[in-house]
């Protein structure tokens, strides 16, 4: 296939799957694209070939460049095969949520408006459950095909045809083409289809963003590929002609041995992760492994310790589904909470409700665009309101409050809507949380507002203890006082076995903002733990 160069576009055999897929298969065959560990792994030429096949199983369904084909699976090769076959079509790969059903996935059905959908059988039942809008076919993967009313249900193997039954494509694909709808992760309200074209997650995972990468680097995929995290690994190692581990999901116990069983060199270790990982007890194997590289997001205080124990370079970086990874950090940063400096090719601002920029060390919302066209999200999807508002005056508007210091280096305080205010104050729930998170026995935390019953919010948060301790709650307390502020310092503090998150670890604060003041939250000031303002001067 050849490919036409555009200015300011890179070309099609830089970041569109098809030809960038071919390119590879017949520069380097033989080596190995995806491994899952020892002995399952798949080379560049079996990856081309393996998508040419199930891109022709989903022509003999009736897919068709452009049309939208839903993608209902976890982590694993059906999953990759399906989603490269989609775009060697030129169709649009629409991935969603494993944990969707109910009213949720209903939305997302409704809004892709696709006629097919490939599903894992463990979750096909919940289709009975909800109104499939225009869905017609259903491919069950990983188990039976069962009845689904007037769906027409087909087992895997329907994704296997020759590649000979493939038609020509009825137009090149582009690099401004639709690659994907990813849906966001829905924490507040119902998802938004967000439109990505193949430059757009060109740019979110290339040489400008992710420098730290090379031709030699492994990346692990522990993140769903329904999720940005999980998609740009594997573009972006597809695009240096590198490889990628790819595992079911993160789970502490059994981060290290898939890094070693996979070989692999670099890992993004999102929330929490990397708390868990440092939490865990020293042992003889903390350099025995392979990582050299990685990335953590958001940076806190465990990342220097995470660094020095297990001998690598850590780097971290800022990125949301619409945008292009705008910030990236240098080697070893150790300026905690920050996400880094703007690359190449972006442009930022911080700004208040009008838009106006704000001085530097004020807070207020990050807004961004690029130089190079697609380079972001190409709106949401069937969604033209949302799309003005995110998009108003020609800024990608965010909705995260950031700050930047005297240096030009960009720090997160928090999202928008998460700000607590107490007392005429305003406080960073992320600010609160990187402090809790740093007492020995917390394992992972949530910073959020309740109701005060004088006026505006009280902070309260809920905190998960490392297996084998107990939290001791006025411990906590007094560990923070020299920490924050005053009125930063929670006064509510509930104990919970774990926060709830969606699959790609973020933590669903709107669960806790509503759950409130249980019966069984701690609260200081009942305890008779008053903290008072530092007196100054006399």
Known sequence: MTTTAHFGVPPADECVLRPLLEKWAARQPDK?????GAGREITYRQ????????????????????????VWLPNGVDCLRVWFGINWLGATYVPINTAYRGRLLEHVLDNAGAEVIVVHADLASRLAEVNTATLKTVVVVGGA????GALQTLPADTLEAPESELPALAEPIQPWDMQSIVYTSGTTGPSKGVMSSYAHLHAMGGPQAFHMLGHDDRYMCNLPLFHVGGTIPVMGMLARGASISLVTSFTTEEFWPAVRDTQTTVVLLLGVM???????????????????KAIIVPL??????FAERFGVEVYTLYNMTEISTPLVSGLNPDKTGSCGQPRAGVELRVVDDNDCEVPRGSVGELIVRTDQPWAMNSGYYKNPEATAKAWRNGWFHTGDAFRVDEDGTFFFVDRMKDAIRRRGENISSFEVEAEVAAFPAVAEVAVYAVPSEIAEDEVMCAVAAVPGTTIDLPALIEFLVPRLAHFMIPRYVRIVDALPKTPTQKVQKHILRNEGITADTWD???????????????
Do not use: S
Request: aromatic letters at 2%; a positive charge.
């Open 300 to 305: 806190a205080d465990d990342a220097p310790a």
């Open 524 to 538: 200081r000031e009942k305890a008779g733990i008053r903290i008072r303002r530092q007196a100054i001067g006399g």
């Open 274 to 292: 990397t708390g868990f990982i440092v939490k865990r007890p020293p042992g003889p194997e903390d350099r025995d492994h392979p990582l050299k």
């Open 47 to 70: 990856m081309r070939d393996l998508a040419a096949r199930t891109a022709a199983g989903l022509h003999r369904l009736g897919v068709k460049q452009g049309q939208n084909v839903v």
């Open 145 to 148: 095909p069962m009845p689904l």
């Open 32 to 36: 190995v694209f995806v491994t899952q």
